[in-house]
């Protein structure tokens, strides 16, 4: 953690890893936080998102009224920035300051922060469109591209399109969820209406969902669905409150996800489509973090299961626990990564990263507290 330490603008903050990301991520900072319960990181990094939120619109750097930063500071890529190459970053924001309250019971840092947690509620219902869903497109900040081709958190590409980008306007189902979650916290930390909004966007979701495989899109952009078991489908318990789905739903994704277990956890995608994108970095790779968050939210989901006597159900959520924990095992340093080979698996990225520790933390210590 040392080494990770940073200073920007006078805040005290952590880089997301080294060598290849000596930079202050959101994603990575809020959702390490969380998972670690550290009260003081997610402090300085909310006071950090506050202070370089956006305020105007520039289709250079993807900024927007309201929108917290994707990594400061942003690397130019193609004659543009990355600082605001994110859309689920300004949700986290909101489920940041929720968790902030819950742990430490000071309300304080939210109401200090009042009028950045409203524009980046506002944000968010500037993207919803005529059926509640939330959509992502450079136009919304008067660009016709980002620096990223994608902007939730498996940024590196698209599969199944064009040059690994989406044709905008574009629904990423996790963006999606965690977006709903953000509109809850609100909710919570502002005005009861805005669950109202949390709900219709919930019952968007069914436009994400495929009945002929019992399954959710991944995405949903201007050409149509994109499907293929990924590890979003897993990671979003984390963020969904039990009862969201119906438990049909919820049995498909149980289902489907057993073709991306491994030794080591989840996988990233299934085996089949990885030979459709060119970067392996989003494909054939376990991520330890992301072990986390499927493993939280299996939790939270079975303890529901078992109080409302749904016993395969809680059964097969108990197997993702298992799974997800297999991650442990190959933890003896930080590694970003590991890159599934045949039969070898490889660490990869960088050594330490900033969600690995996270994940430690999570797994040795806090594995069955209440998260989100």
Not at 122 to 132: G, K, P, T, V
Not at 142 to 147: D, L, P, Q, S, V
């Amino acid at each position: 953690m040392d080494r990770l330490i940073t200073e920007y603008r006078g805040f005290t903050l952590y880089n997301a890893g080294l060598p290849n990301f000596p930079r202050n991520f959101t994603r990575d900072s809020i959702i390490s936080a969380i998972l670690s319960r550290d009260s003081r990181m997610l402090e300085s990094q909310l006071n950090f998102c506050t202070y370089e939120q956006g305020a105007n619109k520039n289709p250079k750097n993807g900024e927007e009224p309201g929108k917290i930063f994707h990594e400061y500071p942003g690397v130019n890529l193609n004659g543009l920035s990355t600082k605001f190459s994110a859309c689920d970053t300004t949700a986290l924001f909101l489920i940041g300051h929720k968790f902030y309250i819950d742990i430490t019971g000071d309300k304080s840092l939210a109401e200090y922060q009042n009028k950045s947690i409203e524009n980046a509620t506002e944000y968010i219902l500037s993207h919803l469109n005529q059926d509640s869903l939330f959509m992502e497109d450079p136009k919304f900040c008067n660009g016709k591209k980002f620096a990223l081709k994608a902007t939730y958190w498996k940024d590196s590409e698209m599969i199944s399109r064009k040059n690994g980008e989406p044709a905008y306007p574009v629904c990423y189902l996790l963006a999606h969820v965690q977006n709903i979650c953000g509109m809850r916290c609100a909710a919570k930390i502002l005005n009861p209406k805005y669950f109202r909004i949390a709900e219709k966007m919930k019952k968007g979701m069914e436009k994400l969902f495929n009945p002929t495989s019992n399954n959710f899109y991944i995405a949903v952009d201007k050409k149509g669905p994109i499907e293929a078991v990924s590890s979003d489908l897993l990671h979003m318990l984390f963020y969904l409150e039990p009862g969201d789905l119906k438990n049909k739903q919820l049995e498909g994704i149980l289902e489907s996800s057993k073709i991306l277990e491994t030794e080591i956890g989840y996988s990233i995608l299934e085996h089949g489509f990885s030979g459709k994108i060119n970067s392996e970095y989003h494909t054939k790779t376990v991520w330890p973090f992301e072990q986390a968050i499927i493993n939280s939210g299996a939790i939270k989901h079975r303890l529901w299961a078992e109080r409302y006597g749904f016993t395969n159900l809680a059964k097969s959520l108990r197997h993702v626990e298992e799974v997800s924990s297999r991650i442990m095992s190959k933890l003896d340093t930080d590694p970003e990564i590991f890159i599934l080979g045949n039969p070898e698996v490889k660490k990869g990225g960088c050594d330490p990263q900033l969600w690995t520790i996270a994940a430690k933390k999570y797994f040795n210590k806090f594995k069955y507290h209440k998260f989100i």
